[in-house]
């Protein structure tokens, strides 16, 4: 690790805690040339560990930036939480996914994103499960969740649009 001070190439780890909640390492370094102290906060990448079971048998990388884009398309309503929160939330995903599931795959992804955009924005929530097919249908009590060409019209009416 360099310096963040002197860009020393090499530093010293003076004190190291792993986190209890999260699986990351809290490290205390010091840069021999410049003497100056700076925490860092590593955490492992499932880009590197864990690769993704598509439905075909194949597998590739897991692509934090592909997460990244899709929860920041999903607060089209709040751009201030698109490019303020978008970063922390798919680490929160990721996070899990890694702690949670020993093989994952893109249904897993989508499920872990949409419960964590659910405790973070309701509506952010509703519009990444409304991209990525996780709402089959909407119904309101009392009325039928039929399709608009299978319900009946009198002879009279015409179609709706």
Same mark, same amino acid.
């Given at each position: 690790?360099?310096?963040?001070?002197? *860009?020393?190439?090499?530093?010293?780890?003076?004190?190291?805690?792993?986190?209890?909640?999260?699986?990351s390492?809290?490290?205390?370094?010091?840069?021999?040339?410049?003497?100056?102290? *700076?925490?860092?906060?590593?955490?492992?990448?499932?880009?590197d560990?864990?690769?993704?079971?598509?439905?075909?048998?194949?597998?590739t990388? *897991?692509?934090?930036?592909?997460?990244?884009?899709?929860?920041?398309?999903? *607060?089209?309503?709040?751009?201030?939480?698109?490019?303020?929160?978008?970063?922390?939330?798919?680490?929160?995903?990721?996070?899990?996914?890694?702690?949670?599931?020993?093989?994952?795959?893109?249904?897993?992804?989508?499920?872990?994103?949409?419960?964590?955009?659910?405790?973070?924005?309701?509506?952010?929530?509703?519009?990444?499960?409304?991209?990525?097919?996780?709402?089959?249908?909407?119904?309101?009590?009392?009325?039928?969740?039929?399709?608009?060409?299978?319900?009946?019209?009198?002879?009279?009416?015409?179609?709706?649009?």
């Amino acid at each position: 690790m360099f310096c963040v001070n002197c *860009f020393h190439k090499t530093t010293n780890v003076v004190n190291s805690r792993s986190r209890k909640k999260h699986p990351s390492v809290w490290r205390r370094r010091k840069c021999p040339a410049c003497n100056t102290i *700076f925490t860092t906060i590593e955490r492992p990448s499932l880009q590197d560990n864990r690769p993704v079971s598509l439905q075909d048998g194949t597998t590739t990388a *897991f692509n934090l930036g592909k997460l990244l884009i899709s929860i920041a398309s999903a *607060f089209m309503h709040d751009s201030e939480k698109a490019s303020c929160d978008a970063l922390w939330l798919a680490q929160s995903v990721e996070d899990t996914l890694s702690t949670e599931y020993a093989i994952i795959t893109p249904e897993d992804i989508a499920a872990v994103t949409h419960q964590t955009l659910k405790r973070f924005d309701e509506l952010a929530a509703v519009q990444y499960a409304a991209r990525h097919q996780l709402i089959v249908s909407a119904r309101r009590r009392g009325r039928p969740s039929l399709l608009p060409a299978q319900r009946k019209r009198p002879a009279d009416e015409p179609p709706s649009r």
